[in-house]
Structures are given as C-alpha cells and as structure tokens.
C-alpha cells in the first residue's frame, strides 16, 4: 500500500471564479507531482483569470469547462467525474459557488458534478477553500451557507487574514497550496493503518543555555523527525510532534510540541509518550548541558574559559523504568564510528523495539542534508542496511515496520 497519499488518486479539483484561481495551478501541478489524477472543473467566471490549458498542462489529464456540458458524453460527464473522485478540492471557492452547494442548484458543472457527488459516511471528502473579500465572507449569508455545508460533512480550509484583492487586509483570502495539500493529505489518510494510534515523535536539536545569549547545540535540523511525523499522519495516526529549535513548518494535522532543552524535551516525552503506541525518538537530544546556566552574560576577560558541563538525563532510559509505556519505541542512533555495535548496544541499554542506525560523518546522509542511509536494527537481532534515500522515504520503511509490529505484536 502505498503510503505517498496522493499516489494514484483521483482528484476532482473545483476552481471558481476569484483571482486566487491562479494559485490553483500550483495547487494542480503539486498534487499531480505526487502522483494524483486531476480532473479540473472551471467555472465561467474561473476562465476569465485563468485557462483550462494551465491545468490540463500542469496535470496532464482533462480540464473541463461548461462548454462540456453539452458535448457528446455530456449526461454521463458530471456523474463519472464524482464517481472516479477520491477527493473533491474546491479552490478557490467564490461565494457563489458556496451559494449554490449549500442550496443544491446544478446550473454549471462544478455545482453539478458536486451534488453528484455521493454523500453520506462512505463519502469521498469535499475540501473548500474560500476566497472572497472579507465583506462577502462575513456577511450572513454566506456564514449560512458555509454552516450549512459543514453540516452536511463538508471540511473547510482557511480563509486565512491577508492581503487582498480590494487592497485591504482582512480575512477572506484563499489559504496557501501547501496548506490546501496538507489538508487535503490528511483526508486521504483517513482509515489508514495507523488510524486511531497516536504516534509521538522527537525532532531536531535541543539548545542548553549557558547565559541569556549563548547556548550549545548540535548540527540536527530537524528533518528526519519532521518526515516521520509527516508519513505517521499519512497512514492515518494522530501525531504529537516535539521539537526542538528547527526552520521547518510543522506538517498540517500534526500538534507541535515546542522545545528548547533537553529538560524541557524530557518533560514532554515523559508527558505524552506513555499513553501512546508508538515513540520515534529522533531528536538529537544533547548529551551534556552546562552545569551552571549565567542569569548575566557572561564577561570576556581575556583569559581562558572553563566550561563546566553536566550530563543530560537519558529520555529513553527514564522512559524505559516508567509502569506505562508506548507499545513500540524507536530510537536512533547517530555515529561516527563502529555503527552497528553501538547502535546494538544503545537498542539493549535502552530497551527499544527498533533502533535506526546512520553514520553522521558521511556527507550525503545524516545530519542537516536531504538523504540518509540508515541500518535498522531490530530486537530480535535482525539487521536491515537501506539504500540511500530521501528522509521522506526513509521515514516510510520506519512506519512500515511499524505497522507491522503494531498488526502482529510478538
Ligand atoms: O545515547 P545516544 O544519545 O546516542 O542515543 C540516541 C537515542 O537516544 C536517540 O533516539 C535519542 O533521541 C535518545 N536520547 C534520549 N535522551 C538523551 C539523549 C538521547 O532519549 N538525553
């Protein structure tokens, strides 16, 4: 089963008439580089800021207009489009276009293919997105019809608050591709193998103050932690994220736990973990801290400087002596030398189910770039050697596996 949501997906994508219309051609072209079938509908009004040949060129499959209506297949058209939907994205949704789903009409093809669309539990999901000025948005009409549609099952995204067409800055303006997908990720995920699990995951460095200005930390930037927790929430898992410093947005449906120390990282594991199923222990916690934090800046002198530190308390290890424990724990181990024996040594020290294994000092994996090739060493003795490979694609094999101890525990 592919875990990459969008693959092989069919995507109805319902574009109405606002000049956030552009942004849907983004909004096209990244769900069909993640392998989904789009199927665009315009409206009129769409057409006039945006042609059908945008999408059916970022896309590559048909985009359809009201000039289809009346074609050769024209009776079926609206009724095999909803069918073949996996998802029904309406970006940007105009306040008309609200209008008429709320109230049923089926005078062009989007409000067409949308009441064909079926509904009821086993429904494919509808995901708007509304892009109107703030005015429109407000205005009571339309907060009815919007409660309508949410009645009915309906999920929104955004307005978000912003600059927009009228020059003011208000709410009313389309949310951003990358949110619209993210969304939309989340209601593919839906009834995954993860669903109902709550998966909690480390990521990033932590930061140990020594004075108001100054902090030790390591190179971790977060990513493989961040990719994980992304996968985890494309089979469907509830995720708690905690983090430490990093530049990445948190993935859509994820709640992010913010960090900054190993203290404070350990007081949220500790929280969150033991209820859990699974911990991915990806954080690059620090090992050492110095033993005195400065309330001052320290004063430079001129002369040498002595750093006192202390150890770090071991998360895992504390995690490994509590009553409750998640039913999986997953580790990583970041080394420069003898990876294998210390990565078996750290699985046993600290109890975990699997331990994943990757030499920091080689440059195209590890620490703050884009691939890695990690080992993944299992309880049971069993030791797998992965290919270099995104971190994406890493953190899919992990959840994988996971999913597998989770489906047949030993
Ligand atoms: O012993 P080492 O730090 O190499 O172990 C790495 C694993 O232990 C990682 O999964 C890391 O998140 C976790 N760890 C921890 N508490 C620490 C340091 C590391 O749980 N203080």
Redesign the pocket.
């Known amino acids: 089963m592919p875990i990459t949501p969008f693959r092989e997906k069919t995507i109805l994508l319902g574009v109405s008439g606002s000049i956030a219309a552009y942004k849907a051609a983004d909004l096209a072209s990244k769900l069909a580089q993640g392998g989904a079938r789009v199927h665009a509908i315009l409206t009129k009004a769409a057409t006039q800021f945006i042609s059908p040949l945008t999408f059916q060129s970022v896309s590559g499959q048909p985009a359809y207009t009201d000039a289809d209506l009346w074609g050769a297949q024209a009776h079926v058209l609206h009724i095999g489009l909803a069918q073949d939907a996996d998802l029904f994205i309406i970006a940007p949704a105009t306040a008309n276009t609200l209008a008429k789903l709320a109230h049923g009409f089926a005078d062009d093809l989007l409000a067409l293919t949308a009441l064909a669309l079926e509904h009821g539990d086993d429904a494919s999901p509808l995901l708007i997105a509304p892009a109107m000025d703030a005015g429109m948005y407000s205005h009571p009409s339309t907060q009815a019809n919007i409660a309508t549609l949410r009645a009915r099952g309906a999920q929104f995204v955004g307005p978000e608050t912003g600059h927009l067409a009228s020059g003011l800055t208000a709410r009313g303006r389309m949310s951003e591709p990358a949110t619209i997908l993210g969304r939309a990720r989340r209601l593919l995920a839906r009834g995954g193998p993860l669903s109902g699990r709550h998966v909690v995951v ?1 990521a990033g460095p932590t930061q140990e103050p020594l004075d108001p200005v100054r902090y030790l930390t390591n190179r971790s930037s977060g990513r493989q932690g961040y990719a994980l927790a992304q996968a985890a929430l494309d089979s469907g898992a509830e995720v708690t994220l905690i983090s430490g410093p990093t530049t990445l947005a948190p993935p859509e449906g994820a709640r992010l736990l913010s960090v900054r120390s ?1 203290d404070e990282m ?1 007081a949220a ?1 500790l929280e969150h973990a033991p209820a859990a199923d699974v911990l991915l ?7 050492f801290r110095p033993a005195q934090t400065a309330n001052q800046k320290i004063k430079k002198t001129g002369q040498a400087f002595t750093l006192e530190l202390t150890a ?6 504390t ?1 490994k002596r509590q009553a409750k424990r998640p039913r999986v724990t ?6 420069t030398q003898d990876l294998l024996t ?1 990565a078996r040594a ?1 699985l046993e020290a ?1 109890g975990l189910d699997l ?1 994943v294994a990757n030499n920091v000092s080689a440059a195209d994996a590890g620490f703050a770039v884009a691939t890695n090739r990690v080992a993944i060493l299992h309880r049971d003795g069993q030791i797998e050697e992965l290919p270099l490979m995104s971190k994406a694609e890493v953190a899919t094999e992990i959840i994988k596996r996971i999913i597998a101890m989770l489906e047949n525990p030993t």
């Open positions: 480390t190993a350990s594991v222990m990806a954080a690059a916690v620090a090992d770090t308390p071991d998360i895992l290890n995690l997953v580790g990583f181990a970041a080394e210390n750290k600290k331990i």
